[in-house]
Each structure stands twice: as C-alpha cells, then as structure tokens.
C-alpha cells in the first residue's frame, strides 16, 4: 500500500506539471470511435484505482482523476489523429531508441570479437552447426577429446597446425565457441523484445517493419556465418598448395552483413530518439528543418550520401584483404616493391583465370589475385581518405560553414577525425604485418568511420513522417505530447496497480 500511495503521489505530481491537459480538451465532447490500445489500458487501470473502497478516500479519487485526464489526453490524442484507424502509436516508445543503440553497441563488439576470432585463425575450430544444442561447450573430457578428433580431421588442422595439443585446442575453440554464444544472445536479445514491442504497440508501423527486416537479418547473419566456416571445411582443400582458410567472399557477405545490421539498428534508433528530442521543443525542431532545407546544403547532403557508399565499398574491399591475407605481402607504404604499384603482368595474372578465353581475367584479378586486392584496397582508402579532407574543406568555406547547424559541423569534424586515425591504423597494419591489435583496431575503425559518415547523414536529413508529427505537434501543442504521455500515465497506473 505504501508503494501505490508514493506511486501515486509521483503520477500526481508529474501530471500537475505538464501542461497536456488543458481545459477545452477536457471538456471537448468527442465523436464515439474504436478504443486504442492505450485507451483500453487506461480504461483497465482506472476501472481498478475507482474500486468503492478507495473511491472514498482522498487518494482514491486523486487516482481517480489522474486516470481521467490520463484517458481523456488518450481519447483526445485517438480522436484527433485525423484518419488513424490503426492500433499502434504515431510516435515510438523512447525504450525502443535506447534498445536499438545497444543492440548496435553489441553488433560492433560481436564484429570486433569475429576479427579477433579470424585475426587468432580460431573460426575453423568448430566443425559443426549447432544452433541450439552448440550453445553449450564440451563438458566433459570425452566431448573436449571428440571435438578435438574432429578438428583433427580439418585441412587447417592437418596442414597448419599437425603440433596443436589439446590446451591450444581449447584456446582457439573458446574464441569460436564465445563468437557464436554472443551472435545467439544478439539474436534473442533483439528478437523477443521485437515482438513484445509490436505485440504490446509501442512502435509505429513503419518501425515494427524495421524491426522485423533487421531480425530477418539477424538470422540470415547466423546462416552465412556458418556457410563461411563451410567453405573453410571442404576436402579440397586438402590438396597440395590450398591454403585453408575460408573463402573471401563469404567472409566479406558475412562483414558486409553485420555492417549493414549494425548500420539499420544504428540508424532505427537514432531515429526514435531524435523524434522525442524534436518534439519536446517542435518550435526548435522548426527552425532546424528550415536550416536543413537551405538549399546550400544540398550538395553537402548528397556528398555524404555518396561517401557513405565509398566508406563501405573501401569496407569491403578490406574484408576481401583479410579475406586473402593479402596484408601479409608489400609491407611498405606508399610504395608497392619498387614502384607505386606491382608490374601488369603481377596485377592481372592468367593464373586467376578459370575460363580458357581469360574473358574473367579482370575480375577475377580484382577479388582473388592478392596483390590486385591489395592495390584496390589502396586506392579506394586513398580516395576515401581524400574524399573527406574535401569535405572537410568545403565545409569550412565561408557560405556553407554559416549554413551548417552546429551538430553538422562536430559531425564533419568527427569524420575527419575518424579517417585519420583510420589511415594511420590501416598504413601501420601493413608495415608491420598485421599484428593481432592493429588490425583488430583497424577493422574497429572502419566501423567507427562508417558511425561517423551514417550519423552526419542522419543529421542533414529528417524523415517526412518526423517533419509531419512535428507540424501536427505545432498546429496542436498538446496533441502529440499527449499520445506520449498518456501512456506514461498508463504505464504508471499498471505498475501501481501490479503493487
Ligand atoms: C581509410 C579507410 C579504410 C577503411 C574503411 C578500411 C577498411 C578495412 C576493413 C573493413 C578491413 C577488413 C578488416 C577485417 O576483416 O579484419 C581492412 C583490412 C585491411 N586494411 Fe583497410 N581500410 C582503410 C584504409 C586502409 C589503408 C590506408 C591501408 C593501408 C594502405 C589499409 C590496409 C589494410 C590491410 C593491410 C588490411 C588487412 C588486415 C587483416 O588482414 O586483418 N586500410 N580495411
């Protein structure tokens, strides 16, 4: 009892501060239409805080009130919003913002712990696909002794590694086993709370489509992860002069997908979180949409967007380096051998040609000959580099520096930031042959740079459906905060009546 009364003393007090339920809305006679979610719970809630009992003391029929206004905010918000027949919200439940960043924060560990599970050539130590039962490790001596004996039976094992006793054995199964543990618990951690957030209609539909698309994507990471540790099993590869490893293009499917997964999760939440911020002050929001509607910024609107595609095509050139360890060859910087770039005849080599007229020569150069991997790599992180120190330059001429909003100018400088450091870990990666930390820190970078170039994106532009609700909230002050804080009210009142 004492927790309702504090509970309720709380409500009481919040609500006497927002200024969302004003008089006309309250007396505001309403046309009958179908409940909301939120209203059916603010219905459920006051049908309990009006019980006879409490009804009759001070504090039952403040509770009372509270859940009035809190209803009659919920059924002015249902009645209002013009058209809107569906049962889910027109603004996301903050949570869900703060979610969908952590679950990002967890991807870029999980991508950082997989390069780290690469970069210790442990990824092939488990030969099988498990999902469920894989959860657990080997238990007992006789399980660590069968995973052993199937290992053994690997090319990587009978070509690299013929001394590997079992303690080493363990070490590399650690890594692959904790990789595959914490894809699990991202795939759990972002799948349950998408349903109970779409069950429970804290989410717009467009944001349960997200959600839905990037839990898809989830399990297809998990399917390629294991179609990449495949191609590193085959019995081809027992044959002389194979290098066991995985193949390039799987490993680079598989790092293209979690950029892309850690990118929309990013990005979603991003999102949630920027439409709470603006329509707390839709005023401020006003004026920074006129800003970025300044038609100086087009160019810098469309640069970014084009460098964001750079960034990640540089990524994935990256993943088909390590792909081939092709780090491990012209360990100088920036010459290749005695020129800038290795002789014709090396870049583009018959030797990777699988069709007898060589009409594949080209290509097939490009994503499997080393050295041609390595100077694309080159050239797409020079041009990228190059590309943001313009970019950082037109930022600062005079007309577009006065048209930027400030947070766009920290974003510019971020980048600029970010692709240094990104060069340098890149450039010493390679001078000293790609030591465990450098290039873990690289990989971490080209992650760190693509936040960098998708979170200025994300402030040069504002989704039409933000632009929309903060025109509504400006044409009627109370009317989007209400839907918000009608089911704060709601919130309060279960838990108060879970108590
Ligand atoms: C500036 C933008 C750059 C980006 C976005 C980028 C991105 C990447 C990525 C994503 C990888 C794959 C990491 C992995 O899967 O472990 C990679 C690998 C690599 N990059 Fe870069 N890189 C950049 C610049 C450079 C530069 C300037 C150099 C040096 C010339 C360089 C040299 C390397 C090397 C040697 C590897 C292979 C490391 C390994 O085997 O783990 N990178 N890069």
Redesign the pocket.
């Known amino acids: 009892m004492a927790f309702f009364q504090l509970g309720l003393r709380r409500t009481a007090a919040h609500i006497s501060r927002v200024p969302v339920v004003c008089g006309p809305c309250l007396r505001q006679q309403l046309p009958a239409r179908p409940a909301s979610r939120v209203l059916k719970l603010v219905r459920a809630a006051r049908r309990y805080t009006s019980t006879a009992a409490e009804a009759q003391t001070p504090l039952g029929s403040l509770s009372n009130s509270i859940a009035k206004s809190a209803s009659s905010v919920a059924q002015t918000s249902a009645a209002r919003s013009s058209g809107k027949t569906s049962s889910f919200p027109e603004v996301n439940d903050k949570a869900v913002g703060y979610w969908l960043i952590g679950s990002a924060v967890s991807v870029f560990g999980i991508v950082i712990w997989g390069?780290l599970t690469?970069?210790t050539e442990s990824g092939l130590s488990i030969t099988e696909w498990r999902p469920v039962t894989g959860s657990l490790p080997p238990m007992s001596d006789a399980d660590w002794q069968s995973e052993f004996d199937k290992y053994r039976a690997s090319p990587e094992y009978k070509l690299l590694n013929p001394h590997m006793d079992l303690a080493e054995f363990k070490k590399i199964y650690f890594m692959e086993w904790a990789h595959r543990l914490w894809g699990r618990v991202i795939g759990l951690s972002f799948v349950l709370p998408t349903i109970y957030f779409i069950a429970r209609r804290r989410v717009t539909p467009r944001m349960a489509a997200n959600l839905v698309g990037i839990s898809g994507l989830i399990g297809f990471q998990g399917f390629i992860g294991w179609w990449m540790v495949k191609s590193g099993l085959k019995d081809d590869l027992f044959a002389p002069g194979s290098h066991p490893r995985v193949s390039q293009y799987r490993l680079t499917a598989h790092?293209a997908t979690a950029f892309v997964c850690y990118g929309w999760m990013l990005l979603s939440g991003l999102g949630v979180l920027r439409t709470h911020r603006l329509l707390r002050d839709p005023e401020g929001a006003a004026k920074t949409f006129a800003a970025l509607k300044s038609p100086t910024l087009r160019t810098l609107r469309g640069s970014v967007a084009a460098l964001t595609v750079l960034?990640f095509t540089?990524?994935l050139s990256?993943?088909l380096?390590?792909g081939l360890?092709a780090?491990l060859i012209y360990n100088e910087?920036p010459k290749m051998g005695t020129g800038y770039a290795p002789p014709k005849s090396e870049l583009f080599d018959k030797f990777y040609c699988r069709k007898e007229d060589g009409s594949d020569l080209w290509w097939r150069n490009m994503l499997e000959n080393p050295s041609l991997v390595q100077l694309d790599?080159?050239i797409l992180?020079?041009t990228?580099?190059t590309a943001v120190c313009v970019l950082f330059a037109y930022g600062r001429t005079g007309r577009i520096k006065a048209a930027m909003p400030r947070n766009v100018r920290k974003g510019v400088n971020g980048l600029m930031h970010l692709?240094l450091l990104?060069?340098t870990l890149?450039?010493t990666?390679?001078w000293y042959m790609?030591p465990i930390y450098l290039?873990a820190a690289?990989?971490a970078g080209?992650l760190a740079?693509l936040t960098g170039a998708l979170v200025l994106g994300h402030r040069l532009r504002v989704p039409k459906a933000t632009q929309a609700l903060v025109r509504k909230a400006l044409q009627n002050p109370h009317r989007i905060q209400a839907e918000a804080i009608g089911s704060k009210l709601v919130k309060k009142l279960t838990e108060n009546k879970a108590v």
């Open positions: 390069g690469r970069l790092l960034i540089t990524v990256g993943a380096v390590a360890d780090g910087f790599h080159r992180a020079t990228t580099f692709v990104q060069a890149g450039i990666t390679l790609v290039a690289h990989q080209a740079l």
